[in-house]
């Protein structure tokens, strides 16, 4: 009897360690039926008591609530989203997930411009993550790296519904009869500008090389500390090299022509690299620009036109305290510039055609992943979490899925209820109206990138993990080559990454 007493005591002890050792898990309601052995007792001589009957009786307990531990799976996930508030958002999709699926997702904060060294890295040591939020500019050259795993991609993809999703974003990512990577959201590289001083100076809007120069010029005033125009011009900067890639396209300046031969040695190279240098260097700030300070100069009225995406709309409406308008008339109504401003998609070059610059970003599962989970993560992903991930910073998020084969629009009109902001929040149409977003929305449907049409995905991820260009562009500007020159150096070292991705 004791023995039985004994073995019942070790049982709970044990199942009470085994709860506390796993942690958190879902309660459940369940029986318990326990046999519990009643020793009954009788008293002898009113000296000594002793046991003379055991008796056996069966209780059932009633319903009880008890924490039964659900072993669960952990995939860890990459994102360039590295602003506090956005991660934040991000996380709570990651918790609403894992409430429902019993799969944790670790996230993991990467820079995009470290994005190629520690995918490189990762790679070397093992431990790449199983789903990566990258750009496009990667996307290509990964799958043909053998980092990202295509089949998992498309199984996805057809999944969901092939139909409902932007089918430029996917044609760009076409892989081995499949895709190499899911399209999330993307956005139209702008031409932002002061439509008050134009006005007041009777200047056309921004549209071709020749109106952004005189523009520039009729504006620039170095000594009161305005200029013409602020862009990017920090050497080893992706976002150089996506501002100069605008300028380029819009001058019918192409990375390779369709037989996948590098031709950024032509005429209309030349005069993109020496228009935006001069541009810069006559109507610019002195010193090299990055994402931070080209903004920053425009945030406090000093520029006339800025070369940006528009993940500044918010920011120039002053809905984000960390970068907030400065601009002597800002003091007042820190909407200014929003209510002042305005945007242009598309320019042209004297030697081409209008043009934009766009950027899709993509969720790639990789080859070292949990292929199930990552699956369901990025099925919940385009689903339940999709307007939650678009509303992290809808300004620069247009949905490249656009509904589901029930409701084809219903992410593309999700996206316009959607508020923008950070401290502060407003819904983008109420901000810039519908002739914004109407552009926002026509040019998703058109942007332009070196490379991709002509199939040439894996030279653009090499040639900006590598950044030539705009190391090149950085000479011209600082005056130690010129534009011709230039041009000669990056056909030269584009045709080396372009020899060495043949070689492998």
Known sequence: MKRLFAVFAI????????AQCAGPAPVQTVVVTKEVEKVVTQEVEKVVTKEVEVEKEVVVTKEVEVEVPVVGETIQFWSTETQPARAKKTQEIL??????????????????????ELTTAAVAAGTLPDVIFHPLDFTLGWAGQGILDAEA???VIESLGKDTFAQGALNMVAFDGGYAAVPTDGWGQLIIYRADWFNELGLDPPTTFETIEAAAAAINDPANNVYGITAASSAGAVFTQQTFEHFA??????????????TLNTPECV????????????YGPPGEADVVSTRATYFAGQAGMIVWSPFILDEMAGLRDSAFPSCPECADDPAYLAKNSGIVPAFAGPSGAPAQYGQVSYMGITTNANKEAAKKFLEFWFNEGYLDWLAVAPEGKFPMRQGTPDEPNKFIDGWKQLETGVDRKAPLGEIYGDEVIDTLIQGAGSFDRWGFPQGQGELVAAVYEALPVPRLLRDVLD???????????????VEDLAAGLAAD
Do not use: K, W
């Open 249 to 262: 396209l819009a001058n019918g300046c192409q990375l390779v022509n369709d037989a996948g031969e590098v």
């Open 95 to 116: 918790d609403r997930f894992e409430e429902q699926t019993g799969i944790h997702v670790e996230l993991i904060l990467t820079d995009e411009d470290a994005l190629p």
């Open 271 to 282: 005069e993109a690299i020496e228009f935006y240098a001069d541009l810069l260097n006559n």
């Open 11 to 18: 049982l709970v002890v044990l199942s009470l360690l085994a």
């Open 153 to 155: 991609a498309t199984d």
């Open 479 to 493: 005056g130690t080559l010129t534009a011709a020159e230039a041009a000669e150096e990056m056909q030269f070292e």
